[in-house]
């Protein structure tokens, strides 16, 4: 499940309008939280499952692009806890071989990474830079134009192809670390999302800040991170047999002698 939210000054200053919900490949649901408000969130079906259910729920993942001031929306304005997050422009920065010191946009990602046609990608860009003419106030217009109805239809159109491209973008990068030698970089991204999650729901979260665009780790961060992993690896795997599971978690196993022939692959190279 794919997810994006549209609205005006994005977090708990201001308004959610449209969430966006791409179930993968292009399913496309938008949501309109400006008509429906609570509703959309609280609404169950049949089994008692609502939405707020499905973004708070561990089990079920959910791809957001970046989570921070979406998050800080939907937990100030209507209490909803995320988790089960994959973030995506987490995952860019854990596979980038070159600088991790500041994050990349979504833009810079689809240019670079999504495994969309070049069409695609062209009719994107045409897309978003025609929206922009109509909501950017820097361009003579206002950013309420997500609250009219009904929507343009090149708002409707903006609003789809980010979401639809989100799947294209979490293959390439969940790809790359699904390897055994980058179970320490999944391990960072995890942290590092519930860290932006946690960030998000305090008091002092600016969504505007200027530093939002540094990554969430600096060299020192990163080398003292790889001695503890590379430390437990040799505890927990070898020196006490057990391996990780799915979630890079420590856990039980009988198969010591799998183990011992393919742990030292799990660790973190300086």
């Not at 707020?52 to 729920?57: H, M, S, V």
Request: aromatic share 8%.
């Amino acid at each position: 499940l794919c997810f994006d939210l549209e609205g005006i000054r994005l977090g708990r200053l201001g308004s959610i309008s449209l969430l966006l919900l791409c179930v993968a490949p292009k399913l496309t649901y938008i949501i309109d939280i400006h008509i429906l408000g609570n509703d959309a969130f609280s609404t169950t079906n049949s089994t008692g499952i609502s939405l707020k259910t499905i973004l708070e729920n561990p089990k079920i993942p959910k791809v957001f692009f970046n989570i921070r001031n979406d998050s800080d929306a939907l937990y100030s304005q209507y209490h909803i806890c995320v988790d089960g997050i994959i973030n995506v422009q987490v995952l860019e920065l854990a596979t980038r071989n070159s600088s991790k010191d500041f994050v990349a946009g979504l833009a810079r990602c689809i240019e670079k990474d999504s495994t969309a046609s070049g069409v695609t990608k062209q009719i994107w860009q045409h897309t978003k830079e025609s929206v922009s003419q109509l909501y950017d106030p820097r361009k003579g217009d206002r950013y309420d134009m997500f609250n009219e109805r009904p929507l343009k239809t090149k708002i409707v159109q903006y609003c789809k192809q980010d979401v639809e491209l989100l799947p294209t973008l979490w293959e390439v990068y969940s790809r790359r670390l699904r390897v055994p030698s980058n179970g320490f970089w999944r391990s960072m991204v995890r942290e590092a999302t519930q860290e932006r999650i946690k960030l998000s729901r305090s008091i002092h979260y600016n969504g505007q800040a200027k530093t939002k665009i540094c990554g969430p780790w600096d060299l020192d961060n990163i080398k003292n991170s790889r001695e503890d992993w590379n430390n437990d690896v040799m505890m927990w795997g070898v020196n006490a047999g057990m391996i990780l599971d799915q979630d890079d978690n420590w856990v039980n196993t009988t198969q010591k002698q799998v183990l011992k022939s393919s742990v030292f692959k799990l660790v973190a190279v300086f």
